[in-house]
C-alpha cells in the first residue's frame, strides 16, 4: 500500500509540491511507521505462536515467513531512507 501510494503521489506532483508539503503526502510519508508498528506486531504474534504451540505447524511457519518478510520490508525502507 505505501508502494503503490508513494508512486502515485510522485506522478501528480504539481510545482508547488516541491515548495510546500501537502496533506496527502504527509499521511503517505507517515505509512512507513505504521507499517513498523504492524511489523512488530506480527513478529511478536510469531513468537507467542512457536512458544506456546498455539497453531498449526503450517500456521507457525507462515507467520514467521511473513514476519521475515515484514523485516526485511523495514529494513528497506530503513536504506531509502524512509524511515530513522
Known sequence: ???GSFVFTLMNLDQFTLLIVPAWL???L????VVAVFTFGTIAGAVSGWRHSRWSLAAR??????AGLALLFIWQLTVLG???
Not at 30 to 33: I, R, S
Open 1 to 3: 500500500m505505501f508502494a
Open 82 to 84: 524512509f524511515l530513522p
Open 26 to 28: 504527509q499521511v503517505v
Open 61 to 66: 511457519i507462515h507467520q514467521t515467513v511473513l
Open 30 to 33: 507517515a505509512l512507513p511507521y
